[in-house]
């Protein structure tokens, strides 16, 4: 199980259905990036993830999170 979490996918469907591509090219990466996030198999970098939390409308804590022991 991936330590980093995230709700991406909730997130892009309460956005107005924003498909993967248009999260992607709004935020500077590939769809294969979204994909590999959204699933848990990439922690984006910090910039990513900030971007993608802009993008989405909301703050960074409501895109991701941590699961486990620090």
Known sequence: MAAIRNDIR?????????TQQELADRVGVTRQTVIAIEQDKYAPSLETAFRIALVL??????VFSHRGKI
């Open 10 to 18: 909730r997130l892009r469907f309460a956005k107005g259905e924003m």
């Open 57 to 62: 409308g909301v703050r960074l804590e409501e």
